[in-house]
């Protein structure tokens, strides 16, 4: 599906669904062309009406590009990424691709998917005229700025999980299930795969000031390069969280070995001087020294003391 916006030299910006508008504009207008959910026949309708190259369209066929920035003959065509999370799990994350054709005098837009960030820079574009008029690149910029800000987000809802199961091995100082956290840490791997290109990509970006770029739209993208390296930063420091939450379950588990192993042997220590009373009591032997009923009821009163006595002293050491 094929949107359009025409920015003439006057007046508003005209939104249209028609797809006798995609190609280049008149001289003196800019345009914004953007193609959702493509197909053969829509990007054959590309390569005829602004002349894209072959390589680049068949990218946009496939949507499984890294980050890129290839410069053409009369245009940039750049691929950048951004996230979304599942609602009701963070750690499904999906991963949109925009593919962006780049003159000066238009843009071109590709995504094989709705994407809210896109959507949201679309309607302001339709709404204002300041958008466009500020130049393609300014249109390309919004457009990209709002996904890398999506991305926090995201982000901080991976963050959040983490420290919540830090916070519960902690307090509980017991093991609980890393499950859920080894999960998150997936998902950081795959966004930190991710992003890197996307940095790469903004940094050719932002020192670039020839047409169709600008000073105005260098200044603005290095804030955006600083938006990509927080999100670096803080995936990294959320690995790191999970490191050391990994660390104190293992620590937590240790801990709970050793207690359970100082009970066992508490226990071991208790019985081990029953089974010799018990033993010798029991030889199967006549006529023994100490054969009577009086020697019968010390014993009885042994086995019986004993470990009364020694789960006494080992409560008043702290080992039970």
């Keep these: 599906m094929f949107k359009v916006i025409d920015l003439a030299p006057e007046g508003k910006p005209l939104a249209s669904e028609d797809s006798t508008m995609v190609g280049p504009p008149e001289i003196g207008h800019l345009r914004w062309v953007e193609l959702i959910e493509t197909d053969q026949t829509a990007l054959d309708l590309l390569r005829e009406r602004f002349g894209f190259h072959p390589l680049a369209l068949e990218d946009?066929?496939?949507?499984?590009?890294?980050?890129?920035?290839?410069?053409?003959?009369?245009?940039?065509?750049?691929?950048?990424?951004t996230f979304t999370a599942s609602p009701s799990d963070p750690t499904e994350i999906q991963i949109h691709e925009v593919h962006s054709f780049l003159s000066p005098h238009y843009l071109v837009t590709v995504h094989d998917n709705p994407l809210p960030a896109a959507d949201t820079a679309w309607r302001k574009a339709a709404e204002s005229r300041e958008v466009l008029e500020f130049g393609t690149s300014w249109a390309f910029y919004r457009t990209v700025d709002?996904?890398?800000?999506?991305?926090?987000?995201?982000?901080?809802?991976?963050?959040?999980?983490?420290?919540?199961?830090?916070?519960?091995?902690?307090?509980?100082?017991?093991?609980v299930d890393l499950g859920p956290l080894f999960s998150i840490r997936s998902t950081l791997v795959t966004m930190r795969r991710v992003m890197r290109p996307v940095r790469d990509v903004i940094a050719m970006v932002q020192r670039r000031t020839e047409p169709p770029f600008s000073e105005r739209t260098s200044r603005y993208f290095r804030d955006v390069?600083?938006?990509?390296?927080?999100?670096?930063?803080?995936?990294?420091?959320?690995?790191?969280?999970?490191?050391?939450?990994?660390?104190a379950n293992e620590t937590a588990q240790g801990n709970r070995t050793n207690a359970i192993m100082t009970k066992l042997t508490v226990f071991s220590a208790?019985?081990?001087p029953l089974g010799f009373v018990t033993g010798f009591w029991g030889q199967n032997f006549h006529d023994l020294p100490i054969a009577s009923t009086g020697w019968f009821y010390v014993m009885l009163g042994v086995t019986v003391g004993l470990p009364v006595g020694l789960l006494t002293w080992f409560k008043s050491k702290g080992w039970l």
């Design 60 to 81: 946009c066929a496939t949507f499984e590009m890294r980050s890129k920035f290839d410069e053409y003959w009369d245009h940039l065509f750049i691929v950048l990424h």
């Design 270 to 272: 208790i019985f081990l």
């Design 146 to 175: 709002y996904m890398i800000d999506a991305t926090f987000p995201v982000i901080e809802q991976l963050v959040d999980r983490v420290e919540k199961i830090e916070d519960r091995v902690l307090t509980s100082g017991a093991p």
């Design 225 to 247: 390069q600083d938006h990509v390296l927080r999100c670096l930063e803080t995936m990294d420091e959320a690995d790191g969280l999970i490191s050391n939450t990994i660390q």
